[in-house]
Nanobody, 127 residues
């Protein structure tokens, strides 16, 4: 069974910094993509930043220059360092992973790709 375990988040004053981490575990054959989305109160979920399997990064425009995503491929972990936080960054931040899962049955390996989400971690920016 695949799990995404998030850590970090919390409260910070405007202009401050916070870090988030997410580790994927389970019967994972390949990490296709991994990163972060967020859902502000009353709004739809939106992209924050993601990594592809070949190391390409994709950032939402509003977060470029303030947020940095990094990864430890061997540990299937991504980190998000957030700086210059604004009240508008208040949100529930979700870890996301597109994973290729390998299963073995009747002497045959099978592969399937699925999207997974973490439980979400709250980031609050206020004075």
């Amino acid at each position: 069974q695949v799990q995404l375990v998030e850590s970090g988040g919390g409260w910070v004053q405007p202009g401050g910094s916070l870090g988030l981490s997410c580790t994927a575990s389970g019967n994972i054959f390949n990490v296709i993509a991994m990163g972060w989305y967020r859902q502000p109160p009353g709004k739809q979920r939106e992209l924050v930043a993601t990594f592809t399997s070949i190391g390409e990064t994709n950032y939402a425009d509003s977060m470029k220059g303030r947020f940095t995503i990094s990864r430890d491929s061997a540990k299937k972990t991504v980190h998000l360092q957030m700086t210059s936080l604004k009240p508008d960054d208040l949100s529930l931040y979700y870890c996301y992973a597109a994973l290729e899962i390998r299963t073995f049955s009747c002497g045959i390996y099978s592969y399937a790709s699925h999207d997974y989400w973490g439980q979400g971690t709250q980031v609050t920016v206020s004075s």
